[in-house]
Every structure is written in structure tokens, then in C-alpha cells.
């Protein structure tokens, strides 16, 4: 696609509730991110792809969040027992290969009520 | 954590004046980049430094990288409304081959015609 496309735009869910956030990145770009960015914060590293396997995870705040990219192009990050403080503007990059420059999609705004 | 710190968080100019926006950490970055987010947009990247006391020109906007590769600096000349956005810093540690990009708590900058 012409650039890195983030499905849904915005997403309301029930605290407990689980979500999936869906990055459609450039195509043929191998890398792939995700960031999470609070109101009025800079973007914070979650986890990142490199085709299909996750290169660095550590950023991922505990075991209710997980990413995958079964295929080395679209990337679902998930996210188990939704709490108030997971809401935010998750952000998808992606990149060529990794080091090169980053693109990033619009945002999925989460909010958990 | 290496951290980046972000000065100002806010700035409120009229436009044709100068402003400075300045990025600081304790930790040595193998590269700095700054980018520009408007409200429901994604980051786009404006420049990459690499070398430290590195300065390069964007039209209005002059970046430096610090000598000792811990600080960076945007300068914007004359300001206009168009610039108006959230200026975000964000560095590479170690060899920079990795996908880990830090950013700043990020700078709103608002030019009021």
C-alpha cells in the first residue's frame, strides 16, 4: 500500500475485555514496530518485528500484551484483560529492512471504559 | 532507562520569531533523529544525525548533534503557523542496529500568526 494503514482508527472496549489492533505495513518492508504513546508523552517501544519473528520484545509492559506477524507482513498486536491505563495511541511503523527510515501509520486510539 | 528530555515541553510564539528546542540525556547515542507529529497523524522524520558536532540545514530548521553525542538541538528560523506541531527527539544506542528507538517526551509548538 502507499503507506502503513492501522485498522480500527478508534477503539472503545470494556475494561476485561480483549482487543486486537491490526498494521498493514508498506509493502515489502521487513521491519516492523509498534509504540504506544500516551496524551502528551513521545512515542514508548513495545516489540519489533524483523519478517516474521519478534527481534525485541522488551518493551511489551507485561504478559497481557502480545504481538504477532505470522506472515512478515501484517501484524496484529493483542491485548488480554484490557485495563484503564491501556489506553492510548498505539502507533505501527515500519521500515525497508531495520536501521533504515521509519514510516508510521496514523494511530489506533484505544480507550478502555 | 536512558532517557531523553525534551525542553521545552511547550512553546508559544508568534510567527517570525526564532525558537530553539533542545534534546538531553546522560547516555551516549549512536544516532539522534527529530521528528514532526501533528494531532491524529503518526511521527514523520525531518533528519538523522550520526556524527557528533554534526549540523544540518532543512530549509528554516538547523539541527546540531552534541559533541559528545548525548544532546541535540532544533533551530527553527522564523517561524510560521505551519509549523505548528509536537517536535519529538528520539536516539539509537550502542551500534544503532537495533530496532530500539527512544524518544522524548516530545515539544508542542504552537505559532500564532
Known amino acids: 500500500g502507499a503507506g502503513v494503514s492501522q485498522t480500527p482508527s478508534n477503539k472503545v472496549t470494556e475494561k476485561g475485555k480483549y482487543v486486537e489492533l491490526r498494521c498493514d505495513p508498506i509493502s515489502g518492508h521487513t521491519a516492523l514496530y509498534w509504540y504506544r504513546q500516551s496524551l502528551g508523552q513521545g512515542p514508548e517501544f513495545l516489540i519489533y518485528?524483523?519478517?516474521?519473528?519478534?527481534?525485541?520484545d522488551s518493551g511489551l509492559p507485561n504478559d497481557r500484551f502480545f504481538a504477532v506477524r505470522p506472515e512478515g507482513s501484517v501484524s496484529t498486536l493483542k491485548i488480554q484483560r484490557t485495563e484503564r491505563g491501556d489506553s492510548a495511541v498505539y502507533l505501527c511503523?515500519?521500515?525497508?529492512?531495520?536501521?533504515?527510515?521509519?514510516?508510521f501509520g496514523q494511530g489506533t486510539r484505544l480507550t478502555v471504559v | 532507562t536512558q532517557l531523553l528530555e525534551q525542553s521545552p515541553q511547550f512553546l508559544s510564539i508568534q510567527e517570525g520569531e526564532n525558537l530553539t528546542v533542545y534534546c538531553n540525556s546522560s547516555s551516549v547515542f549512536s544516532s539522534l533523529q527529530w521528528y514532526r507529529q501533528e494531532p491524529g497523524e503518526g511521527p514523520v522524520l525531518l533528519v538523522t544525525v550520526v556524527t557528533g558536532g554534526e549540523v544540518k540545514k532543512l530549509k528554516r530548521l538547523t539541527f546540531q548533534f552534541g559533541d559528545a553525542r548525548k544532546d541535540s538541538s532544533l533551530h527553527i528560523t522564523a517561524a510560521q503557523t505551519g509549523d505548528t506541531g509536537l517536535y519529538l527527539c528520539?536516539?539509537?544506542?550502542?551500534?544503532?542496529?537495533?530496532?530500539?528507538?527512544?524518544f522524548g517526551q516530545g515539544t508542542t509548538l504552537q505559532v500564532k500568526p
Open positions: 528520539a536516539g539509537h544506542h550502542g551500534s544503532g542496529n537495533t530496532g530500539k528507538l527512544i
Open positions: 518485528f524483523q519478517g516474521t519473528g519478534a527481534a525485541d
Open positions: 511503523a515500519s521500515s525497508l529492512t531495520q536501521g533504515q527510515q521509519r514510516f
